[in-house]
């Protein structure tokens, strides 16, 4: 672990249960990786949460964001509506606009179809790659795309407009999609669909997030299956700038309403063996409003990365999960020895060192705001 000896699929999955002061060593050999590679900077992006559609193909049995076309709340954005959300992050010092979005509605619904023809558009992926240029022309702000799978073609017409794009893995368990799985009626949950995915990002140099949803019925292997799938990527295009550690939360309403989410120390032991699986030069993130009581403590397992935390829009994935402050997550990092800095949606290393992944159009918004370091000029700690 750490005299560099590379953790084996069966120690790592004999990690995740640990308990007691086990555990607590466990964590603590994590952290101090962490310290190795990171320091005790702990970075976060601020903003603006687009839901550009909520409309979606798939049918995941723990969504609350998706909505069939008649359903109340059902929408695909306007431009105008797009662009005023961008320019109430740029008042309060947003440096990125998160696209997050249903997966190809048009593909299910013909409501979807006749709205993205009204736009002038035929796909959903179409408007996306135009009202992301229009986002950096207008207001400044980077865009960064979690469209759901996509092909190679779609990603390079993206590329130009998205400082980073993301796809959550969740997992590489084909189990979880048949029938009373959680990903029985998403076929783009597939794993090898999404590996996919991820692969087309290494190979044309685009800067990608991804994860793993834990809670959801996966096995202790699936998750060291699923962590070790994401190393072999990165050490392959060197393309992976952070990985999130999520957990599962049970929604009212949903197929999954009654599912236990996983325990907090569970998670502490993923986000450890994440961080041991990973090694020290991966950024690991953790959502602090799905922790809202306990985030904190994964400082000590590991992690340096809080992800987006907006103070404008909600976290419309998690509606019930309100975003903390930036000043009190600011202040827990100070507490227990860290200190919070804002990045753009584009990770330091690749703004400084990676400068391949980065389109020009890209890199020279990033140089305007980013400091000698990589992170955003001043601090971007506003309250």
């Known amino acids: 672990m750490l005299d560099g000896r590379a953790l084996s ?6 990690l995740l249960s640990l308990t007691g002061e086990a555990a607590e060593n466990l ?20 903003k603006v949460f687009i839901p550009l559609t909520n409309l979606c193909r798939d049918s ?20 105008a509506e797009v662009l005023a959300v961008t320019e109430a992050g740029k008042a309060f010092h947003c440096t990125e606009a998160l696209f997050t979005l249903g997966e190809r509605p048009e593909q299910r619904y013909p409501e979807a179809r006749d709205t993205l023809h009204t736009l002038g558009y035929s796909s959903t992926l179409e408007y996306l790659r135009d009202v992301s240029e229009l986002v950096i022309q207008e207001t400044g702000l980077l865009p960064h795309a979690n469209p759901g799978t996509m092909t ?22 084909e189990r ?68 999130i550690i999520q957990n599962f939360r049970a929604k009212p309403g949903t197929p999954m309403a009654s ?11 993923s986000v450890a063996v994440a961080r041991l699986v990973l090694g020290k030069g991966m950024n690991i993130q953790v959502p602090p409003n799905l922790s809202p009581d306990s985030y904190a403590e994964f400082l000590f397992c590991g992690i340096n990365d809080w992800g987006g935390i907006s103070p404008v829009t909600k976290d419309f994935v998690n509606p019930e ?46 140089a305007s705001v980013a400091d000698s370091e990589g992170y955003v000029s001043g601090g971007g700690s506003y309250n």
């Open 9 to 14: 699929r069966g120690e790592a999955i004999g």
């Open 27 to 46: 964590w603590s050999a994590a952290a101090t990786l962490r310290d190795r590679g990171k320091g005790r900077v702990v970075s976060y992006s601020r």
């Open 60 to 79: 995941c049995s723990y969504c609350t964001f998706r909505k069939d076309p008649w359903e109340p709340g059902a929408r695909i954005m306007t431009p």
């Open 152 to 173: 190679r073609k779609e990603m390079v017409s993206l590329r130009d407009v998205n400082a980073s794009m993301g796809l959550m893995l969740e997992n590489v368990s």
């Open 176 to 243: 979880l999609c048949e029938e009373g799985g959680p990903h029985h009626d998403a076929p783009s949950k597939h794993p090898k669909v999404r590996l996919a995915t991820i692969r087309n990002a290494g190979e044309l140099k685009i800067a990608f997030t991804t994860g793993l949803l834990i809670g959801i019925g996966e096995t202790a292997e699936e998750i060291i299956d699923s962590l070790y799938a994401i190393r072999e990527l990165d050490e392959r295009y060197h393309h992976i700038q952070e990985v």
């Open 259 to 269: 599912h236990p989410e996983p325990s907090h120390e569970f998670m502490l032991n």
């Open 321 to 366: 999960a309100p975003w903390p402050e930036v000043a009190r997550v600011s202040n827990d990092c100070e507490k227990h020895g860290f200190k919070l800095r804002a990045r753009l949606p584009v990770y330091p290393e690749f703004v400084l060192r990676k400068k391949e992944f980065l389109p020009e159009k890209i890199a020279n918004v990033a």
